[in-house]
């Protein structure tokens, strides 16, 4: 069970509320949520990525990170009959999701003349590059967003051939996609 996941399970006794709450590493575009169990007449958070709701018999408490790495922190307040409880919040982004490549197979090229690839890259966070290859040979880097690439296909280049699109997000993660082989004519 991820840490986040401890913490959304644990149900705290009404008078009992913690100093801190540490929603640990969180993916990015994921969420991890805490329940504390107290009688809430309302609520206030700050700090970016968390949120608080009054729910029936506590306080939801969610934590959505926005930035890769980013040490979160904020400060829940919840207003009891007691008067106002401070709870300092803290979690940070992390990113293990690698980027989702396409790549659209022409119908054939000509050589000696241009040839318009089309290729889509996506991730949770956000893509930083994507690479052109030819049979394994570099054509290009783009930065993204980009999702078309003009290649001057070389005079003489003969055979079926294959084109791949690597793209790395900001975290480093990395992913492909080969297109099926079609003729140079």
């Given at each position: 069970?991820?840490?986040?996941?401890?913490?959304?399970?644990?149900?705290?006794?009404?008078?009992?509320?913690?100093?801190?709450?540490?929603?640990?590493?969180?993916?990015?575009?994921?969420?991890?949520?805490?329940?504390?169990?107290?009688?809430?007449?309302?609520?206030?958070?700050?700090?970016?990525?968390?949120?608080a709701t009054r729910i029936r018999?506590?306080?939801?408490?969610?934590?959505?990170?926005?930035?890769?790495?980013?040490?979160?922190?904020?400060?829940?307040?919840?207003?009891?009959?007691?008067?106002?409880?401070?709870?300092?919040?803290?979690?940070?982004?992390?990113?293990?999701?690698?980027?989702?490549?396409?790549?659209?197979?022409?119908?054939?090229?000509?050589?000696?003349?241009?040839?318009?690839?089309?290729?889509?890259?996506?991730?949770?966070?956000?893509?930083?590059?994507?690479?052109?290859?030819?049979?394994?040979?570099?054509?290009?880097?783009?930065?993204?967003?980009?999702?078309?690439?003009?290649?001057?296909?070389?005079?003489?280049?003969?055979?079926?051939?294959?084109?791949?699109?690597?793209?790395?997000?900001?975290a480093g993660n990395r992913a492909?996609?080969?297109?099926?082989?079609?003729?140079?004519?």
């Amino acid at each position: 069970m991820s840490r986040a996941a401890l913490l959304a399970a644990v149900l705290l006794l009404p008078g009992a509320s913690p100093a801190s709450i540490d929603f640990g590493s969180v993916q990015l575009g994921g969420a991890a949520h805490h329940v504390l169990r107290m009688p809430a007449l309302g609520t206030a958070v700050s700090g970016a990525g968390f949120s608080a709701t009054r729910i029936r018999g506590g306080v939801l408490i969610v934590f959505e990170p926005y930035e890769l790495e980013e040490e979160a922190t904020g400060v829940l307040t919840v207003r009891v009959r007691s008067g106002p409880v401070r709870i300092r919040l803290r979690g940070h982004g992390i990113d293990t999701i690698p980027p989702t490549v396409t790549v659209v197979t022409p119908r054939a090229a000509a050589a000696g003349r241009p040839l318009t690839i089309h290729f889509d890259a996506t991730d949770n966070d956000l893509v930083s590059t994507c690479t052109v290859s030819v049979e394994g040979r570099a054509i290009g880097r783009l930065r993204w967003p980009a999702s078309t690439f003009r290649w001057q296909v070389p005079a003489g280049l003969e055979g079926p051939v294959r084109i791949t699109v690597a793209a790395v997000d900001r975290a480093g993660n990395r992913a492909s996609a080969t297109s099926r082989a079609f003729p140079i004519r």
